[in-house]
Protein backbone atom coordinates (compact mmCIF):
# COMPACT_ATOMS: atom_id res chain seq x y z
CA UNK A 1 0.00 0.00 0.00
CA UNK A 2 2.88 2.68 0.43
CA UNK A 3 3.62 2.13 -3.13
CA UNK A 4 0.00 3.09 -4.12
CA UNK A 5 0.16 6.05 -2.24
CA UNK A 6 3.28 7.04 -2.14
CA UNK A 7 4.08 6.87 1.84
CA UNK A 8 7.96 7.90 2.74
CA UNK A 9 9.85 5.45 4.24
CA UNK A 10 11.93 7.63 6.48
CA UNK A 11 12.15 11.76 7.46
CA UNK A 12 8.64 12.34 8.10
CA UNK A 13 7.86 15.79 8.00
CA UNK A 14 4.80 17.94 8.10
CA UNK A 15 5.33 21.85 7.54
CA UNK A 16 7.92 22.87 5.65
CA UNK A 17 7.90 26.03 3.41
CA UNK A 18 6.15 25.32 0.47
CA UNK A 19 4.55 22.07 1.95
CA UNK A 20 2.21 21.60 4.94
CA UNK A 21 1.71 22.48 7.93
CA UNK A 22 3.42 21.44 11.26
CA UNK A 23 7.32 19.44 11.39
CA UNK A 24 7.27 16.37 13.23
CA UNK A 25 10.72 14.54 13.13
CA UNK A 26 11.47 11.43 15.06
CA UNK A 27 14.90 11.84 16.97
CA UNK A 28 16.86 8.35 16.67
CA UNK A 29 15.21 5.64 19.13
CA UNK A 30 11.90 7.60 19.40
CA UNK A 31 8.83 7.48 17.58
CA UNK A 32 7.25 10.68 16.71
CA UNK A 33 3.56 11.33 18.27
CA UNK A 34 1.78 12.08 15.81
CA UNK A 35 -0.08 16.12 15.84
CA UNK A 36 -3.40 16.40 17.56
CA UNK A 37 -6.44 16.55 15.18
CA UNK A 38 -7.05 20.32 15.74
CA UNK A 39 -3.79 20.85 14.30
CA UNK A 40 -4.67 19.14 11.34
CA UNK A 41 -7.44 20.73 10.19
CA UNK A 42 -7.51 23.23 7.43
CA UNK A 43 -7.93 22.50 4.10
CA UNK A 44 -11.78 22.48 4.28
CA UNK A 45 -12.08 25.80 5.95
CA UNK A 46 -9.79 27.19 3.10
CA UNK A 47 -12.13 25.28 0.38
CA UNK A 48 -15.20 26.20 2.13
CA UNK A 49 -14.60 29.93 1.80
CA UNK A 50 -16.10 29.18 -2.01
CA UNK A 51 -19.26 29.04 -0.02
CA UNK A 52 -18.81 32.28 0.66
CA UNK A 53 -17.93 34.27 -1.61
CA UNK A 54 -20.05 37.70 -3.03
CA UNK A 55 -21.71 35.74 -5.62
CA UNK A 56 -23.15 33.49 -2.77
CA UNK A 57 -24.09 36.86 -0.75
CA UNK A 58 -25.72 38.21 -3.66
CA UNK A 59 -28.11 35.08 -4.84
CA UNK A 60 -28.87 34.86 -1.08
CA UNK A 61 -29.89 38.25 -0.85
CA UNK A 62 -31.91 37.90 -3.48
CA UNK A 63 -33.97 35.17 -2.68
CA UNK A 64 -34.90 36.34 0.80
CA UNK A 65 -35.98 39.84 -0.34
CA UNK A 66 -37.51 38.73 -2.82
CA UNK A 67 -39.43 35.22 -1.40
CA UNK A 68 -39.13 35.45 2.54
CA UNK A 69 -38.59 32.22 3.91
CA UNK A 70 -39.22 30.05 0.72
CA UNK A 71 -36.17 29.00 -0.31
CA UNK A 72 -34.35 28.31 3.50
CA UNK A 73 -34.50 24.53 2.01
CA UNK A 74 -32.57 24.98 -1.00
CA UNK A 75 -29.21 26.91 1.11
CA UNK A 76 -29.90 23.50 3.66
CA UNK A 77 -29.60 21.32 0.54
CA UNK A 78 -27.80 22.89 -1.36
CA UNK A 79 -25.08 22.67 1.97
CA UNK A 80 -25.78 19.00 2.46
CA UNK A 81 -24.41 17.85 -0.91
CA UNK A 82 -21.57 20.47 -0.65
CA UNK A 83 -20.11 18.48 2.24
CA UNK A 84 -20.01 14.72 0.60
CA UNK A 85 -18.52 16.99 -2.74
CA UNK A 86 -15.78 18.44 -0.75
CA UNK A 87 -15.01 15.14 1.45
CA UNK A 88 -14.92 13.29 -1.97
CA UNK A 89 -11.98 15.62 -3.30
CA UNK A 90 -10.25 15.97 -0.33
CA UNK A 91 -10.71 12.02 -0.29
CA UNK A 92 -8.58 12.01 -3.37
CA UNK A 93 -6.22 14.12 -3.20
CA UNK A 94 -5.01 12.73 0.25
CA UNK A 95 -5.25 8.71 -0.41
CA UNK A 96 -3.35 9.65 -4.40
CA UNK A 97 -1.08 12.38 -3.35
CA UNK A 98 -2.85 13.75 -6.68
CA UNK A 99 -5.33 16.98 -7.56
CA UNK A 100 -8.21 16.05 -9.67
CA UNK A 101 -6.30 18.40 -12.44
CA UNK A 102 -3.84 16.00 -12.30
CA UNK A 103 -5.36 12.71 -12.49
CA UNK A 104 -7.29 14.07 -15.23
CA UNK A 105 -4.33 15.69 -16.95
CA UNK A 106 -2.97 11.81 -16.59
CA UNK A 107 -5.91 10.16 -18.22
CA UNK A 108 -6.87 12.65 -20.89
CA UNK A 109 -4.46 10.69 -23.47
CA UNK A 110 -4.91 13.66 -26.24
CA UNK A 111 -3.63 16.74 -25.94
CA UNK A 112 -6.48 18.83 -27.51
CA UNK A 113 -8.71 16.98 -24.88
CA UNK A 114 -6.49 18.22 -22.35
CA UNK A 115 -6.68 21.58 -23.66
CA UNK A 116 -10.22 21.86 -24.38
CA UNK A 117 -10.72 20.60 -20.42
CA UNK A 118 -8.24 23.12 -19.66
CA UNK A 119 -9.87 25.83 -21.31
CA UNK A 120 -13.32 25.20 -20.04
CA UNK A 121 -12.21 24.68 -16.36
CA UNK A 122 -9.71 28.01 -17.34
CA UNK A 123 -13.03 30.16 -18.14
CA UNK A 124 -14.89 29.08 -14.90
CA UNK A 125 -11.52 30.04 -12.85
CA UNK A 126 -11.74 33.44 -14.54
CA UNK A 127 -15.25 34.03 -14.12
CA UNK A 128 -15.07 32.88 -10.22
CA UNK A 129 -12.27 35.51 -9.74
CA UNK A 130 -14.07 37.88 -11.49
CA UNK A 131 -17.49 37.67 -9.05
CA UNK A 132 -14.61 37.86 -6.22
CA UNK A 133 -12.77 40.93 -7.29
CA UNK A 134 -16.55 42.88 -7.91
CA UNK A 135 -17.60 41.81 -4.37
CA UNK A 136 -14.49 43.04 -2.97
CA UNK A 137 -14.43 46.48 -5.47
CA UNK A 138 -18.31 47.01 -4.45
CA UNK A 139 -17.14 46.57 -0.69
CA UNK A 140 -14.79 49.20 -0.59
CA UNK A 141 -16.72 51.52 -2.49
CA UNK A 142 -19.65 50.77 0.07
CA UNK A 143 -17.05 51.38 3.02
CA UNK A 144 -14.95 54.38 1.49
CA UNK A 145 -16.77 55.85 -1.39
CA UNK A 146 -13.82 54.34 -3.69
CA UNK A 147 -14.16 54.10 -7.56
CA UNK A 148 -14.83 50.56 -8.27
CA UNK A 149 -11.65 50.29 -10.42
CA UNK A 150 -9.72 51.20 -7.34
CA UNK A 151 -11.75 49.30 -5.55
CA UNK A 152 -10.74 46.36 -7.50
CA UNK A 153 -6.91 47.03 -7.92
CA UNK A 154 -7.01 47.40 -3.66
CA UNK A 155 -8.55 44.09 -3.53
CA UNK A 156 -6.47 42.40 -6.11
CA UNK A 157 -3.27 43.67 -4.34
CA UNK A 158 -4.20 42.49 -1.07
CA UNK A 159 -4.97 38.71 -2.67
CA UNK A 160 -1.61 39.04 -4.03
CA UNK A 161 -0.19 39.60 -0.59
CA UNK A 162 -2.18 36.27 0.52
CA UNK A 163 -0.74 34.56 -1.84
CA UNK A 164 2.59 35.64 -1.12
CA UNK A 165 2.41 33.95 2.85
CA UNK A 166 0.99 30.86 0.84
CA UNK A 167 4.00 30.85 -0.84
CA UNK A 168 6.88 31.43 1.29
CA UNK A 169 5.38 30.29 4.68
CA UNK A 170 3.40 27.39 3.71
CA UNK A 171 -0.39 26.25 3.96
CA UNK A 172 -0.62 26.49 7.81
CA UNK A 173 -0.21 30.08 7.49
CA UNK A 174 -2.20 30.44 4.62
CA UNK A 175 -5.06 28.91 6.74
CA UNK A 176 -4.98 31.11 9.56
CA UNK A 177 -5.08 33.89 7.26
CA UNK A 178 -8.13 32.53 5.70
CA UNK A 179 -9.22 31.22 9.04
CA UNK A 180 -9.06 35.37 10.54
CA UNK A 181 -11.10 36.26 6.93
CA UNK A 182 -13.91 33.33 7.98
CA UNK A 183 -14.58 34.74 11.30
CA UNK A 184 -14.95 38.32 10.19
CA UNK A 185 -16.82 37.16 6.98
CA UNK A 186 -19.36 34.99 9.76
CA UNK A 187 -19.64 38.37 12.05
CA UNK A 188 -20.63 40.65 8.95
CA UNK A 189 -23.43 38.95 7.40
CA UNK A 190 -24.64 37.38 10.72
CA UNK A 191 -24.96 40.33 13.26
CA UNK A 192 -27.94 41.44 11.91
CA UNK A 193 -29.93 38.03 12.10
CA UNK A 194 -29.20 38.08 16.23
CA UNK A 195 -30.06 41.59 16.25
CA UNK A 196 -33.19 41.74 14.58
CA UNK A 197 -34.14 37.65 14.39
CA UNK A 198 -36.34 36.24 12.16
CA UNK A 199 -39.66 34.51 12.70
CA UNK A 200 -39.01 31.07 13.54
CA UNK A 201 -43.04 29.82 12.15
CA UNK A 202 -41.60 31.65 8.89
CA UNK A 203 -37.91 29.49 8.67
CA UNK A 204 -39.31 26.25 9.59
CA UNK A 205 -42.18 26.58 7.19
CA UNK A 206 -38.92 27.78 4.44
CA UNK A 207 -37.61 23.70 5.04
CA UNK A 208 -40.46 22.01 3.11
CA UNK A 209 -39.10 21.58 -0.48
CA UNK A 210 -41.43 23.86 -2.86
CA UNK A 211 -41.42 26.58 -5.36
CA UNK A 212 -44.09 29.66 -6.15
CA UNK A 213 -43.09 30.37 -9.60
CA UNK A 214 -40.65 30.30 -12.43
CA UNK A 215 -38.58 32.61 -10.73
CA UNK A 216 -38.09 31.15 -7.50
CA UNK A 217 -36.68 27.49 -9.54
CA UNK A 218 -34.28 30.39 -11.21
CA UNK A 219 -32.85 31.93 -7.66
CA UNK A 220 -33.22 27.81 -6.14
CA UNK A 221 -30.84 26.94 -9.17
CA UNK A 222 -28.55 30.20 -8.76
CA UNK A 223 -28.22 29.70 -5.17
CA UNK A 224 -26.89 25.81 -5.59
CA UNK A 225 -24.98 27.20 -9.11
CA UNK A 226 -23.09 30.10 -6.39
CA UNK A 227 -22.72 27.18 -3.80
CA UNK A 228 -20.81 24.36 -5.62
CA UNK A 229 -18.43 25.24 -7.29
CA UNK A 230 -16.31 23.80 -9.94
CA UNK A 231 -13.17 25.88 -8.51
CA UNK A 232 -13.91 24.62 -5.00
CA UNK A 233 -13.55 20.84 -5.84
CA UNK A 234 -10.14 21.17 -8.07
CA UNK A 235 -8.53 23.20 -4.77
CA UNK A 236 -9.74 20.43 -2.08
CA UNK A 237 -7.79 17.99 -3.72
CA UNK A 238 -4.47 20.15 -4.13
CA UNK A 239 -4.84 21.32 -0.27
CA UNK A 240 -5.17 18.15 0.54
CA UNK A 241 -2.29 16.86 -0.73
CA UNK A 242 0.14 19.51 -0.20
CA UNK A 243 -1.25 19.53 3.30
CA UNK A 244 -0.86 15.70 3.92
CA UNK A 245 1.95 14.86 1.31
CA UNK A 246 4.10 13.31 3.84
CA UNK A 247 2.96 10.74 6.39
CA UNK A 248 3.81 11.13 9.95
CA UNK A 249 4.49 8.36 12.29
CA UNK A 250 1.10 7.15 13.45
CA UNK A 251 -1.01 9.08 10.82
CA UNK A 252 -2.16 6.50 8.10
CA UNK A 253 -4.41 6.96 5.35
CA UNK A 254 -7.79 5.84 7.57
CA UNK A 255 -6.46 8.16 10.05
CA UNK A 256 -5.74 11.40 8.30
CA UNK A 257 -9.56 10.68 6.46
CA UNK A 258 -11.07 10.63 9.83
CA UNK A 259 -9.45 13.82 10.30
CA UNK A 260 -10.57 15.29 6.89
CA UNK A 261 -14.30 14.22 7.84
CA UNK A 262 -14.30 16.62 11.00
CA UNK A 263 -12.70 19.40 8.99
CA UNK A 264 -15.39 19.31 6.15
CA UNK A 265 -17.76 18.96 8.49
CA UNK A 266 -16.15 21.97 10.88
CA UNK A 267 -16.02 24.01 7.37
CA UNK A 268 -19.30 23.51 5.85
CA UNK A 269 -21.78 23.91 9.77
CA UNK A 270 -19.82 27.45 9.39
CA UNK A 271 -20.27 28.30 5.72
CA UNK A 272 -24.06 27.00 5.48
CA UNK A 273 -24.85 28.72 8.79
CA UNK A 274 -23.61 32.11 7.15
CA UNK A 275 -25.27 31.39 4.19
CA UNK A 276 -28.51 30.75 5.84
CA UNK A 277 -28.41 33.46 7.89
CA UNK A 278 -27.81 36.19 5.11
CA UNK A 279 -30.98 34.57 3.07
CA UNK A 280 -32.61 35.12 6.72
CA UNK A 281 -31.32 39.09 7.47
CA UNK A 282 -32.32 39.64 3.70
CA UNK A 283 -36.30 37.99 4.57
CA UNK A 284 -36.21 39.78 7.79
CA UNK A 285 -35.27 42.74 6.40
CA UNK A 286 -35.70 43.58 2.95
CA UNK A 287 -38.64 41.20 1.66
CA UNK A 288 -40.67 43.36 -0.24
CA UNK A 289 -38.15 46.55 -0.33
CA UNK A 290 -37.76 47.58 -3.78
CA UNK A 291 -34.02 48.25 -5.01
CA UNK A 292 -32.43 45.07 -2.92
CA UNK A 293 -31.76 43.29 -6.61
CA UNK A 294 -27.89 44.49 -6.00
CA UNK A 295 -25.62 44.85 -3.19
CA UNK A 296 -25.38 48.49 -3.51
CA UNK A 297 -29.15 48.08 -2.59
CA UNK A 298 -29.04 45.40 -0.15
CA UNK A 299 -26.81 47.37 1.95
CA UNK A 300 -28.71 50.93 1.35
CA UNK A 301 -31.99 49.04 2.72
CA UNK A 302 -30.12 47.36 6.00
CA UNK A 303 -29.28 50.88 6.55
CA UNK A 304 -32.46 52.06 6.48
CA UNK A 305 -33.91 49.34 8.77
CA UNK A 306 -32.01 47.95 11.09
CA UNK A 307 -29.19 51.20 10.85
CA UNK A 308 -25.87 51.98 9.86
CA UNK A 309 -23.83 49.57 12.51
CA UNK A 310 -24.89 46.73 10.95
CA UNK A 311 -24.81 47.92 7.24
CA UNK A 312 -21.21 48.57 7.59
CA UNK A 313 -20.99 44.55 8.87
CA UNK A 314 -22.56 43.75 6.39
CA UNK A 315 -19.70 45.71 3.60
CA UNK A 316 -16.84 44.57 6.01
CA UNK A 317 -18.32 40.96 5.50
CA UNK A 318 -18.26 41.33 2.03
CA UNK A 319 -15.31 42.85 1.59
CA UNK A 320 -13.35 39.53 3.79
CA UNK A 321 -15.78 37.91 1.48
CA UNK A 322 -13.83 39.04 -1.96
CA UNK A 323 -10.37 38.63 -0.24
CA UNK A 324 -10.60 35.47 0.89
CA UNK A 325 -12.26 33.64 -1.80
CA UNK A 326 -10.50 35.42 -4.81
CA UNK A 327 -6.94 34.30 -3.53
CA UNK A 328 -8.99 30.75 -3.11
CA UNK A 329 -9.62 31.00 -6.51
CA UNK A 330 -5.94 32.47 -7.88
CA UNK A 331 -4.47 29.13 -5.98
CA UNK A 332 -7.59 26.72 -7.69
CA UNK A 333 -6.74 28.19 -11.22
CA UNK A 334 -3.10 27.62 -11.08
CA UNK A 335 -3.48 24.17 -9.82
CA UNK A 336 -5.71 23.69 -13.08
CA UNK A 337 -2.48 24.66 -15.42
CA UNK A 338 -0.08 23.00 -13.59
CA UNK A 339 -2.21 19.48 -13.45
CA UNK A 340 -4.11 19.60 -16.99
CA UNK A 341 -0.49 20.93 -19.24
CA UNK A 342 1.90 20.63 -16.72
CA UNK A 343 2.65 24.31 -16.85
CA UNK A 344 3.70 26.27 -13.68
CA UNK A 345 3.23 29.64 -13.87
CA UNK A 346 4.36 31.55 -10.68
CA UNK A 347 1.45 32.41 -8.25
CA UNK A 348 1.96 36.00 -8.57
CA UNK A 349 2.44 36.38 -11.59
CA UNK A 350 -1.04 34.48 -12.54
CA UNK A 351 -2.25 36.34 -10.05
CA UNK A 352 -1.76 39.61 -12.41
CA UNK A 353 -2.81 38.15 -15.54
CA UNK A 354 -6.29 36.74 -14.09
CA UNK A 355 -7.10 40.50 -12.68
CA UNK A 356 -7.01 42.00 -15.86
CA UNK A 357 -10.67 40.64 -17.25
CA UNK A 358 -12.36 41.99 -13.32
CA UNK A 359 -10.51 45.49 -13.67
CA UNK A 360 -11.41 45.68 -17.54
CA UNK A 361 -15.02 45.07 -16.52
CA UNK A 362 -14.71 47.57 -13.53
CA UNK A 363 -13.30 49.99 -15.92
CA UNK A 364 -15.72 49.98 -18.40
CA UNK A 365 -18.15 50.52 -16.23
CA UNK A 366 -20.35 47.26 -16.68
CA UNK A 367 -22.77 46.94 -14.07
CA UNK A 368 -21.16 44.84 -11.09
CA UNK A 369 -24.29 42.97 -9.90
CA UNK A 370 -24.74 41.84 -13.48
CA UNK A 371 -21.49 40.89 -13.83
CA UNK A 372 -21.69 38.58 -10.70
CA UNK A 373 -25.19 37.03 -11.85
CA UNK A 374 -23.06 36.43 -15.47
CA UNK A 375 -20.38 35.25 -13.28
CA UNK A 376 -22.89 32.14 -11.80
CA UNK A 377 -23.75 31.21 -15.38
CA UNK A 378 -20.19 30.52 -16.82
CA UNK A 379 -20.06 28.46 -13.31
CA UNK A 380 -22.62 26.67 -14.39
CA UNK A 381 -21.12 24.96 -17.55
CA UNK A 382 -17.95 24.17 -15.04
CA UNK A 383 -20.12 22.05 -12.42
CA UNK A 384 -20.38 19.18 -14.73
CA UNK A 385 -17.07 18.71 -16.20
CA UNK A 386 -15.78 18.48 -12.04
CA UNK A 387 -18.14 17.31 -10.35
CA UNK A 388 -18.82 13.89 -12.63
CA UNK A 389 -15.35 12.92 -12.52
CA UNK A 390 -15.05 13.49 -9.30
CA UNK A 391 -17.33 10.46 -7.88
CA UNK A 392 -16.73 8.40 -11.00
CA UNK A 393 -12.78 7.96 -9.60
CA UNK A 394 -13.57 7.77 -6.41
CA UNK A 395 -15.55 5.12 -6.93
CA UNK A 396 -12.82 3.16 -9.13
CA UNK A 397 -10.95 0.67 -7.12
CA UNK A 398 -8.16 1.34 -9.61
CA UNK A 399 -7.60 4.78 -8.41
CA UNK A 400 -8.14 4.58 -4.29
CA UNK A 401 -7.91 0.99 -3.56
CA UNK A 402 -8.78 -0.46 -0.49
CA UNK A 403 -10.41 3.82 -0.06
CA UNK A 404 -13.06 3.21 -2.56
CA UNK A 405 -16.09 4.30 -1.97
CA UNK A 406 -18.55 2.45 -0.49
CA UNK A 407 -21.60 1.98 -2.69
CA UNK A 408 -23.98 4.21 -0.34
CA UNK A 409 -21.49 7.21 -0.82
CA UNK A 410 -21.51 6.61 -5.04
CA UNK A 411 -25.04 6.73 -5.14
CA UNK A 412 -25.23 10.04 -3.04
CA UNK A 413 -22.83 11.13 -5.52
CA UNK A 414 -24.47 10.56 -8.47
CA UNK A 415 -27.91 11.69 -6.80
CA UNK A 416 -26.50 15.06 -5.95
CA UNK A 417 -24.60 14.85 -9.59
CA UNK A 418 -27.72 14.50 -11.19
CA UNK A 419 -29.81 16.97 -9.04
CA UNK A 420 -26.78 19.82 -9.58
CA UNK A 421 -26.33 19.46 -13.37
CA UNK A 422 -30.21 19.43 -13.94
CA UNK A 423 -30.84 22.80 -11.69
CA UNK A 424 -27.96 24.18 -13.50
CA UNK A 425 -29.49 22.96 -16.72
CA UNK A 426 -32.97 24.73 -15.75
CA UNK A 427 -31.07 27.77 -14.59
CA UNK A 428 -29.01 28.33 -18.39
CA UNK A 429 -32.43 27.55 -20.14
CA UNK A 430 -34.69 30.30 -18.21
CA UNK A 431 -31.51 32.63 -18.21
CA UNK A 432 -31.45 32.60 -21.89
CA UNK A 433 -35.06 32.25 -22.45
CA UNK A 434 -35.98 35.04 -20.07
CA UNK A 435 -38.80 33.37 -18.31
CA UNK A 436 -40.63 34.61 -15.64
Known sequence: MKALFGEPKCCYRFGMPKSSGVVIESRPGRVAKPPRLLWLLGPALVAGVAYLDPGNVASNMTAGAQYGYLLVWVVIAGNTMAWLIQYLSAKLGIVTGKSLPEILGERLRS??????YWLQAEL???????????GGAVALSLLFDLPLLVGGLITGTVSMVMLTIQSRRGPRAF????????????????????????????VAS??????????SVLLAASILGATIMPHAIYAHSALSRDRFAVRAAGLTTRRLLTVTRWDVSIAMVIAGS?????????ATNLAGVPGTDSLEGAHRALESSIGPVIATLFAVGLLASG?????????????IMHGLLKVRIPLLTRRVISLIPALAVLGLGFDPTLALVLSQVVLSFGIPFALIPLVALTARSAVLGRFVNRWQTTAAGVVASVLLVSLNAVLLVLLFTGAQ
Open 111 to 116: RPGRLA
Open 124 to 134: VAMATDLAEVI
Open 175 to 202: EFVIATLLVIIAVGFSAGVFLNPPDAGG
Open 206 to 215: GIVPRFEDTN
Open 274 to 282: VNLAILLLA
Open 323 to 335: LASTSVGAYAGAE
